[in-house]
């Protein structure tokens, strides 16, 4: 890239994060330094804020950068993902959203406590809340570092590197200043941000096609090299019955992990009321409905305005493809128009990964103070503050971030979203499902449905072609690959139900029929709600 683009678009970068770091100090300086506030944002927001805020929170850059990659390199196969985020929507709306406001404080574990013994099922519940928030991090961090290496006209490691550990070091300082409060309004003006530049490069592919979406269809595959197998099913998924095990076990992770992500259910508690949870998820799912109806149109148009082996070509995995689109729109390399349409385009991609990878480490943060040292805090006297362990504990997670990034730096970051939503709907939507609609169940079932579907999601990665044995694996010159599928969800999903069904009727614990019956009308009136 010329240095108009990286001048240009370090400038617009420059300015968020300049205004981002302006909300957390302003924030800052007016906090009450309560757990509620940190945590939760004192409960003050309106349902269109918070539904702006969700919508901030899972467009992220998955979303902008990985699924329109996947559709500019496979098609059809790769609006599946597309199908899966969005219809994962009515699972949260039906199921989650206004129940979990009611039942629950701050963290997912706070529902499922509320009628077991509290400090096993605690330390389950955070310790996988944590493990899907490190996984949903790394792709966040995979792509600041290509976009950071297209933005720069750098491939080289080190590049990468330090976009990640600069991204990573933002998201510290957001969390452990600003809190909740900060997080929501960053997440606010992201999407703002989003949505208005995804809707400005959407009319420029249509008005480049004159409105024919069939002409846009037909120009994607025949630049694809695919011809018409681009607009049909089987491209990515269809070839052997491993690819469609595979995508079945793609689309129940995506369907039912929305349900079970720890930044997802936290926005539900900064709301006042369960009303105003149900209606925020209605916000959300309008924003993010057409966001993704959108970045369909995006993917077909990088296939037949760049070409799918110039995507391919510029990165393996697909996620530059929107910002070499947006150059192309605005008049191609060397010109203003491209010159400036990519700058902005990098500055909102990057705007996007700042703000999600905030809301996610405030959300595993929460999870390590507030139910993991907690547990212990109340066994060993410990006297820290939970803020203060909070703030602490996002330094931490950051580096595990950052380290994990820099390792997974070559793979597509909705693939990476895809493997961290398998394990969230392994291991939390058992649980937290359980909890509130089974009246028998136990202590040890709950304990054994987060560690019954957790353990083998992650064991069934580590053994999966994501990590060993083929040219694309995390470790390609070693082989210890014996599951064939690339998302375990197929198998650990079940597996979670299983086990929380399992510990609950060998247990000899005898449910706690009342604390039902009070979760029960709370979840349902929102009587006794925090």
Not at 173 to 179: A, D, K, Q, R, W
Request: proline content about 3%.
């Amino acid at each position: 890239m010329t240095g108009d683009h990286q001048t240009l678009a370090l400038l617009l970068f420059s300015g968020f994060v300049a205004v981002t770091l302006g909300i957390t100090t302003w924030v800052s300086r007016r906090r009450r330094g309560s757990a509620e506030e940190f945590y939760a944002g004192g409960r003050l927001f309106s349902p269109m804020e918070n539904g702006f805020a969700i919508a901030g929170d899972y467009m992220s850059a998955a979303s902008f950068l990985g699924v329109t990659g996947l559709i500019a390199l496979y098609g059809y196969d790769g609006m599946l993902y597309v199908v899966g985020f969005l219809v994962a929507w009515l699972v949260v709306l039906f199921l989650v959203a206004e129940l979990v406001r009611n039942c629950g404080r701050f963290t997912l574990a706070d529902v499922v406590a509320a009628r077991m013994s509290e400090r096993p099922v605690r330390i389950a519940a955070g310790t996988s809340s944590v493990t899907v928030s490190v996984l949903y991090l790394v792709a966040q961090m995979v792509g600041a570092g290509s976009l950071v290496a297209l933005l720069l006209g750098r491939t080289s490691g080190a590049a990468q590197a330090w976009a990640v550990i600069g991204v990573g070091a933002l998201m510290v300082i957001y969390v452990s200043l600003g809190g909740m409060r900060a997080t929501t309004w960053i997440q606010i003006v992201k999407a703002v941000l989003l949505l208005s530049g995804t809707i400005a490069l959407t009319v420029l592919v249509l008005l480049r096609f004159h409105g024919d979406v069939d002409r846009l269809l037909l120009t994607a595959a025949d630049r694809s090299g695919h011809g018409r197998a681009f607009l049909a099913p089987g491209l990515k998924y269809g070839g052997t019955w491993t690819a469609r095990l595979d995508f079945i076990s793609l689309g129940l992770a995506l369907v039912l992990g929305t349900g079970g992500l720890p930044h997802i259910l936290s926005r539900f508690y900064t709301v006042p009321t369960a009303r105003a949870a149900r209606r925020s998820a209605v916000w959300s799912i309008g924003l993010i409905g057409g966001f993704y109806l959108m970045t369909i149109v995006l993917g077909f148009g990088a296939a037949a305005v760049v070409g799918t082996d110039a995507v391919r070509g510029s990165n393996a995995a697909g996620n530059t493809a929107v910002p070499l689109l947006a150059l192309d729109l605005g008049g191609g390399a060397g010109s203003t128009g491209g010159t400036v349409l990519f700058a902005v385009v990098a500055a909102v991609a990057f705007a996007t990964i700042l703000a999600v990878v905030a809301g996610i480490t405030l959300a595993s943060s929460a999870s390590v103070a507030h139910d993991l040292y907690a547990s212990l805090r109340r066994s060993h006297g410990m006297a820290r503050s939970e803020v203060a362990v909070a703030r602490w504990a996002a330094v931490g997670i950051g580096v595990v971030a950052i380290a994990l990034g820099l390792l997974a730096r070559d793979l597509n970051v909705a693939f990476l979203v895809g493997l961290a939503f398998a394990v969230a709907a392994s291991a939390n939507l058992p649980v937290l499902l359980y909890s509130l609609f089974w009246r028998g169940f136990t202590t040890r079932g709950a304990v054994w449905a987060v560690y019954g579907g957790l353990i083998p999601a992650l064991g069934l990665v580590l053994l999966s072609p994501v990590v060993s044995g083929s040219p694309t694996s995390l470790f390609p010159d070693v082989d210890f690959q014996y599951f064939p599928l690339q998302n375990p969800g197929i198998v650990s999903i079940p597996l979670g139900f299983l086990a929380g069904w399992l510990g609950t009727i060998t247990s000899e614990e005898v449910a706690d029929e009342a604390g039902y019956a009070e979760t029960e009308v709370r979840s349902l009136t929102g009587a006794g709600a925090v």
